[in-house]
């Protein structure tokens, strides 16, 4: 059985990492990655690859630094072509990146399934473009692995139970990943020696829609720097926020290092205090790893961890992130809720292709 996997980004590398191993033990998968260029910055993709020792891309479309129309046509070009040559059985997308939409797209038009591995997750957020690119490849998906079990209740209240497609809920294939890296990343990773810190905050911001408005950027960055004065914020630094803090003159009192790979954010997370994020997957790797999180949001597709109390919404403003920073460090939280399932999400995939090939 042959697979095309689309990958562009770093949630979907990690992803990757743990279904492509489950793909090489069942000896029957013959899997063809392709790479957008989506993350083109060696500390965002190279890096990745090296040491989550995925299969190195069969192509590389090299598509970035244009805005989402033409990032997501020029995409929907290159794998159609990508899919001619190689004849797949299935198309497997990771997530709601354009990368992700504009395979799905591809492998549909020319007839070949699709599967979507992490379905059925929303937001509610229009506003947000993967918003837009979850709902429309799990549209058009014919297999769709769901990480909980409220993403699958969200693809019955949309009518999925009429529609030509399969959807099962096997757990979150992250999980998978931080289970088998986690060991690894505290035998390799000396992050935390280098930073020097008793105790911090790990935080990480980067999406569009927390750097691009200025006055909310402003605020949250006012929010880090009081925060920092009581406990250190340390943030490894995505170049969009490095470029927008440029851009709108800001100076940030908290710590500023270079981006880690995925070991060493492994293990940064692990040694911190607590989690500031508007990162969708590292809401999830924070409770892996027994760490509460504020979320620098308005919304998440992981209300499960909301509901329950580990994360805390906090939107923008500075008083708000303030107050849910304190009401989390306050919190001693089981961590022992089988949200995620049991960490075999990416073997439940592979078997369950295999049948269906």
Not at 176 to 190: C, G, Q, R
């Given at each position: 059985m042959?697979?095309v996997?689309?990958i562009g980004?770093?949630?979907?590398f990690i992803k990757?990492a743990?279904?492509?191993?489950?793909?090489i033990?069942?000896?029957?998968i013959e899997e063809?990655?392709?790479?957008t260029?989506?993350?083109?910055?060696a500390?965002?993709?190279d890096?990745f690859?090296e040491?989550l020792q995925i299969p190195?891309?069969?192509?590389?479309l090299?598509?970035?630094?244009?805005?989402h129309g033409a990032m997501t046509?020029?995409m929907?070009e290159?794998i159609?072509?990508?899919l001619?040559?190689?004849?797949?059985?299935?198309?497997?997308v990771?997530?709601?990146?354009n990368s992700t939409?504009?395979?799905a797209?591809a492998?549909k038009?020319?007839?070949i399934?699709v599967?979507?591995?992490e379905?059925g997750?929303?937001?509610?957020?229009?506003?947000?473009?993967?918003?837009i690119?979850?709902i429309l490849t799990d549209?058009i998906?014919?297999?769709?692995?769901?990480?909980?079990?409220?993403?699958?209740?969200?693809l019955?209240?949309?009518g999925?139970?009429?529609?030509?497609?399969?959807?099962?809920?096997v757990?979150?294939?992250?999980?998978?990943?931080?289970?088998?890296?986690?060991?690894?990343a505290?035998e390799k990773s000396?992050i935390?020696e280098?930073?020097?810190l008793d105790r911090y905050?790990?935080c990480?911001l980067?999406?569009q829609e927390t750097?691009?408005?200025?006055?909310?950027?402003?605020?949250?960055?006012?929010a880090?720097?009081?925060?920092h004065?009581q406990?250190p914020v340390v943030?490894?630094?995505h170049?969009?926020?490095?470029k927008?803090?440029q851009a709108?003159g800001?100076?940030?009192?908290?710590?500023?290092?270079?981006p880690?790979?995925?070991?060493?954010?492994l293990?940064?997370?692990s040694?911190?205090?607590?989690v500031?994020?508007?990162?969708?997957g590292?809401?999830k790797?924070?409770f892996f790893?027994?760490?509460c999180?504020?979320i620098v949001?308005?919304?998440t597709?992981?209300?499960?961890?909301t509901?329950?109390?580990y994360?805390?919404?906090?939107g923008y403003e500075?008083n708000k992130?303030?107050?849910a920073?304190?009401?989390l460090?306050?919190?001693?939280?089981?961590?022992?809720?089988?949200f995620?399932?049991?960490?075999n999400?990416?073997?439940?995939i592979?078997h369950?292709?295999?049948?269906?090939?």
């Amino acid at each position: 059985m042959k697979i095309v996997t689309i990958i562009g980004a770093r949630p979907q590398f990690i992803k990757a990492a743990a279904v492509s191993r489950a793909f090489i033990n069942s000896k029957n998968i013959e899997e063809i990655i392709v790479h957008t260029g989506q993350h083109f910055d060696a500390s965002m993709s190279d890096v990745f690859f090296e040491e989550l020792q995925i299969p190195a891309p069969k192509y590389n479309l090299d598509i970035n630094s244009v805005g989402h129309g033409a990032m997501t046509g020029r995409m929907l070009e290159g794998i159609e072509s990508v899919l001619l040559q190689e004849k797949p059985d299935f198309v497997l997308v990771y997530g709601d990146t354009n990368s992700t939409l504009a395979g799905a797209l591809a492998a549909k038009k020319l007839q070949i399934k699709v599967v979507h591995i992490e379905a059925g997750l929303r937001s509610f957020n229009m506003a947000m473009p993967e918003e837009i690119n979850r709902i429309l490849t799990d549209r058009i998906s014919d297999i769709l692995f769901c990480p909980t079990e409220q993403a699958v209740k969200n693809l019955i209240k949309e009518g999925f139970e009429q529609f030509d497609s399969e959807y099962y809920y096997v757990g979150d294939v992250m999980y998978d990943a931080v289970l088998h890296f986690l060991p690894i990343a505290k035998e390799k990773s000396n992050i935390s020696e280098q930073l020097g810190l008793d105790r911090y905050i790990a935080c990480t911001l980067h999406r569009q829609e927390t750097t691009d408005n200025e006055a909310r950027f402003k605020n949250v960055i006012e929010a880090l720097n009081t925060i920092h004065r009581q406990i250190p914020v340390v943030l490894p630094i995505h170049p969009r926020t490095k470029k927008m803090l440029q851009a709108y003159g800001l100076k940030p009192e908290f710590e500023i290092i270079e981006p880690l790979g995925y070991l060493d954010m492994l293990k940064f997370v692990s040694d911190s205090s607590l989690v500031i994020t508007d990162s969708g997957g590292l809401q999830k790797e924070s409770f892996f790893l027994k760490k509460c999180c504020v979320i620098v949001r308005e919304d998440t597709e992981w209300t499960e961890l909301t509901n329950a109390g580990y994360a805390e919404l906090a939107g923008y403003e500075p008083n708000k992130i303030i107050n849910a920073i304190k009401n989390l460090s306050e919190k001693t939280m089981p961590f022992d809720e089988k949200f995620y399932g049991d960490g075999n999400a990416s073997a439940i995939i592979a078997h369950t292709l295999l049948e269906k090939k």
